[in-house]
């Protein structure tokens, strides 16, 4: 199925009370009730309040509390609007071009984006399974790129690291990813290992590089494949791990194509919306309706 046109979001948000409207009915899709007086009729929207209102008790419920819309002054029309153009993209959206395109400051904007790359988090425990690919990747600028100044600094031993490491998994024919900063920058069996441990089904066959932190994998899950990438090897038996390097070229085209740079500290939340898209990319026209559900 296709995406979701503009015409078709146009038609079923058009303003500020339908937007309302699909968020009460998906927080209280369950309510039978008022939950005061036990009254079986439809609660009435409050005039100019986020609000409804029990018809014969009065007492009201508030659509947007305790979401990411709590106490927002921004309408939920530009909300939904943001969120809409995430998922019609396929390398994300800057906050710059939210700021452009809804009238609102770029510090809004931001926020927004932030608040909608956590609402795209997989928050599912599964267990990866059957055959699944793994590696790691720097996240960074180029030394060549930067100021004089920085290059010096990280030469000398004061800049810091210069790349972010992230890891992350992938079976084969699924379409979950699991993708995370590693800690200290620390890419070593021990920090990996309990990693996969909690992420994959020891009945599973994983294929990874030759990285000596990888090594022993074979004793933990059902069999250890590795792909020698230094002797330019990229399939061995049939094993390959290009479905994660896929994975990796998605995320950098987002990076570089559209935000230029991302901070250590705000990467686990642009991972987390490559991930989504990633995901869903053969579903696109559910990835509204899957953001909203989140919201509540």
């Known amino acids: 199925m296709n995406k979701l046109t503009i015409n078709q979001f146009k038609d079923k948000f058009p303003d500020e009370d339908a937007c309302l409207d699909y968020l009460f009915q998906i927080k209280y899709k369950k309510l039978q009730a008022c939950t005061e007086c036990g009254g079986m009729e439809k609660f009435q929207r409050v005039k100019d309040r986020r609000a409804y209102q029990c018809p014969l008790c009065s007492h009201q419920l508030y659509p947007t509390a305790n979401t990411v819309f709590h106490k927002t002054t921004t309408p939920l029309h530009y909300w939904f609007t943001a969120i809409y153009l995430f998922t019609t993209t396929r390398n994300g959206v800057a906050a710059k071009e939210l700021e452009r395109v809804l009238p609102i400051c770029y510090k809004t904007a931001l926020r927004m984006a932030h608040q909608i790359k956590k609402l795209m988090h997989d928050n599912s ?11 790691e ?7 060549e790129n930067m100021h004089k100044s920085k290059r010096k600094k990280l030469k000398q031993g004061r800049g810091g690291v210069n790349k972010t490491v992230v890891f992350g998994m992938i079976a084969k024919g699924g379409l979950r990813v699991v993708a995370q900063v590693l800690p200290d920058q620390k890419v070593n069996s021990s920090v990996l290992r309990r990693i996969i441990i909690k992420n994959v089904d020891k009945d599973s066959i994983v294929v990874t590089d030759g990285h000596h932190a990888y090594e022993g994998l ?4 059902k069999q250890h494949e590795v792909v020698n990438h230094r002797q330019k090897e990229y399939v061995r038996d049939g094993y390959t791990t290009n479905h994660i390097e896929n994975y990796w070229s998605t995320l950098k085209r987002m990076i570089k194509g559209t935000h230029i740079h991302v901070s250590k500290q705000h990467l686990p939340l642009y991972i987390s919306e490559n991930s989504f898209r990633y995901m869903y990319r053969k579903k696109p026209e559910q990835m509204l309706d899957i953001i909203l559900s989140q919201i509540v």
């Open 137 to 143: 990747v720097h996240i960074g600028g180029l030394q």
């Open 218 to 221: 074979g004793k933990v899950f």
């Open 125 to 135: 425990s599964d267990l990866l399974t059957g055959e699944v690919m793994m590696d």
